[in-house]
């Protein structure tokens, strides 16, 4: 391959907004066979909002959930912290959250933190669960009533009882159906990787046409790397699109490392290829065009 070409070929991904980090990306570009995509950010909008509140104990009201869990998400910057923040700021007269003291986050996980003197956890059920959170069969319930219903469900304990459920919806983007079935036609499987929970994964999986089977969910962020892996070592070439700090070492892992333009500089630093209009369709643009670049230099 000349030089010359790859670089025309780069150049003209820059116009559709697709940034390179180099000439070997093309290469190692056109022999993916296998696409993982982020769920959260990736195929859906990442854009999530609040869709309900459920209290736990009879001593809080939503109002209060609200105010406690999002003056600790205010800190955080995973989407689900940005629409807990927002709506907690709605919800609350005046929209001032509290300062939060002793701030720490877990991707994958949650967050936690100090408001009020009282010590929030807000995240994962099965994180809060880690930390030591008791999970009643009613509060299992709950959770799993919300999750059926689509949503991520958010649990949130203060001073170590579980108090309430916060839950979200996400949209799948406009243009995600449409890149999926152009990543197809182009020969690669897609493959559905996310650390929400399996019911939302699979009905996002369904209705932008991936298969049952391809959908890994409940992943902490160690295993997306692992299951990179393991799709490397059954022989294929895989290209990982994702957005989040947690997708950060899989997009390094992965042959192809392709980051959404809105996503945390973490993930664009690790990828190989970022796309600046954040939609899937320009990841299938840059594998027909680099197939259609080499091929012309060959
Ligand atoms: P994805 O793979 O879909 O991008 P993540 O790995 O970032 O998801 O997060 C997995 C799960 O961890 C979320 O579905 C949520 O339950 C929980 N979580 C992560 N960050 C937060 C946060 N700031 N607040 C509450 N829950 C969180
Ligand atoms: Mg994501």
Redesign the pocket.
């Known amino acids: 391959a000349t030089p010359v070409g790859l670089l025309t070929g780069t150049g003209r991904g820059a116009q559709l907004g697709i940034l390179i980090k180099g000439p070997q990306v093309l290469e190692d570009t056109r022999t993916v066979d296998t696409i993982v995509l982020?769920?959260?950010?990736t195929v859906t909008d990442g854009r999530l909002s609040v869709v309900r509140t459920l209290t736990l104990e009879p001593t809080f009201d939503d109002a209060e959930l609200l105010q406690l869990a999002g003056s600790v998400?205010a800190a955080?910057e995973?989407p689900?912290?940005v629409a807990?923040a927002a709506a907690a700021q709605e919800a609350v007269t005046g929209g001032a959250l509290t300062p939060v003291t002793g701030f720490d986050?877990a991707?994958?996980?949650?967050?936690r933190g100090t408001v009020n003197g009282r010590a929030v956890v807000?995240?994962?059920p099965g994180?809060l669960e880690e930390n030591g959170v008791v999970l009643s069969e009613d509060v299992r319930t709950w959770l799993r009533a919300e999750q059926e219903a689509g949503s991520?469900a958010?649990l949130v304990a203060v001073d170590g009882r579980a108090a309430g459920i916060i839950s979200l919806r996400d949209n799948i983007k406009p243009g995600s159906v449409a890149a999926i079935a152009r990543l197809r036609a182009l020969g690669l499987r897609p493959v559905l990787l996310?650390?929400?929970?399996a019911v939302v994964a699979a009905r996002v999986a369904d209705a932008v046409g991936i298969a049952p089977e391809d959908v890994l969910a409940d992943?902490r962020?160690e295993g997306k790397v692992e299951a990179v892996k393991r799709f490397q070592a059954e022989g294929a070439t895989v290209a990982m699109a994702g957005d989040?700090v947690?997708d950060a070492p899989a997009l390094a892992q992965a042959d192809l490392g392709i980051a959404m333009g809105s996503g945390t500089d973490v993930a664009i630093e690790a990828a190989d290829l970022t796309v600046m209009g954040n939609d899937l369709g320009q990841v299938a643009t840059a594998i027909e065009l680099s197939r259609r670049t080499l091929g012309t230099i060959k």
């Open positions: 982020d769920k959260t950010g998400e955080g995973h689900i912290a807990i986050s991707p994958g996980g949650g967050v807000a995240g994962r994180w991520t958010v996310t650390g929400d929970n992943v962020p989040g947690n």
